[in-house]
């Protein structure tokens, strides 16, 4: 049994809201992808140097990068010369095992939120302007909530007009406290939220920043001060730093990712409008160029449409209509 099967039993007795969000918000991407890869399956029987040529371009244009297409290719080429593949159609479910395998990469994936065991877990999120930092704070901060968590919102991002009242109305709308002000420095709005976080005993604390990159060094002296502050309040602080990028931007996503890599310690990623790409394979890419987990991921416009990342439902998500065609 391949490792699609397996997903695909374990789903049947998991949460099937969950699996059917994968399905709906990965389906532009499977649309584009899977046909693309069903026409090479009917045009190439056998398994030969073209059928990989073709099958290499399919995986760039679907926004997988190309170091990352290029390794997965090389595994393919092996796993077909050890296993003797010559049929295109026994070669689908080796696919979806690499493609599996190329993300795993051997590691513990820890796609959840590192909490603290002492005092207030601090979230701070990272992200230039228009990616969806805000309305992710607001979602994330409505699912601990929910979960029956204390949260504090900190507005970190102070200079960028209606930044405060964006937040704000989340904190309204979700019933959790939020600490800001307007041209207010952004540490010292930070120590004043974290002051409160401590004295009245909050489980969360999600930061906003501001989203410049254009000068990194500004930043990088911005985000070190946010730190220090953080650091200074609660020990062993920020629990973790989060960065938003839009899948919609494809590889530019993947520039920011490298240029925030080296500005600051980014433990996870948060990729927002999934359901709104074709190039849907920028989770395969990111992890692979900057070697850092996806942990939530937006697959839609509701605040229970930011889903957990699990790479079990993406996989089947992504190559569902692909490898039912050939185990039906």
């Not at 140097?49 to 995986?59: H, R």
């Not at 979806?96 to 877990?121: A, H, L, Q, R």
């Amino acid at each position: 049994m391949g490792l699609f099967d397996k997903f695909k039993n374990v789903f049947k007795t998991s949460n099937k809201s969950q699996v059917e969000l994968y399905d709906k918000g990965l389906e532009k991407t499977r649309n584009d992808f899977v046909s693309k890869l069903t026409l090479l399956n009917k045009k190439y029987k056998k398994v030969n140097n073209e059928y990989f040529e073709e099958l290499e371009e399919i995986l760039i244009m679907a926004d997988i990068g190309v170091e990352t297409v290029m390794t997965f290719i090389d595994r393919l080429k092996k796993r077909v010369k050890h296993e003797n593949i010559i049929d295109s159609e026994d070669l689908k479910e080796v696919i979806v095992d690499e493609m599996f395998i190329i993300y795993v990469n051997n590691e513990v994936i820890i796609n959840k939120i590192n909490y603290s065991e002492i005092g207030p877990t601090v979230v701070l999120f990272v992200g230039v302007n228009g990616v969806g930092k805000t309305t992710t704070i607001g979602k994330i901060a409505h699912k601990l909530v929910k979960e029956g968590k204390k949260v504090l919102l900190i507005a970190g991002d102070t200079f960028r007009a209606g930044a405060v009242e964006q937040i704000e109305e989340w904190g309204n709308r979700i019933g959790a406290r939020v600490i800001g002000g307007e041209n207010k420095d952004p540490a010292s709005v930070i120590y004043d939220g974290l002051e409160i976080a401590k004295k009245e005993s909050y489980d969360v604390v999600l930061i906003d920043t501001a989203g410049r990159l254009q000068n990194k060094v500004n930043l990088m002296n911005e985000l070190e001060k946010m730190n220090k502050v953080i650091g200074k309040l609660i020990p062993s602080a920020p629990h973790e730093t989060l960065l938003v990028i839009d899948a919609t931007t494809g590889q530019n996503g993947i520039s920011q990712a490298k240029s925030f890599k080296e500005i600051t310690n980014i433990t996870g990623i948060v990729l927002t409008k999934l359901d709104g790409t074709a190039k849907g394979g920028i989770v395969l890419a990111i992890k692979e160029s900057v070697g850092i987990p996806v942990k939530f991921v937006g697959l839609g416009e509701r605040e229970t449409d930011l889903q957990v990342f699990d790479i079990e439902k993406y996989i089947y998500g992504l190559f569902k209509d692909f490898v039912e065609d050939h185990t039906c």
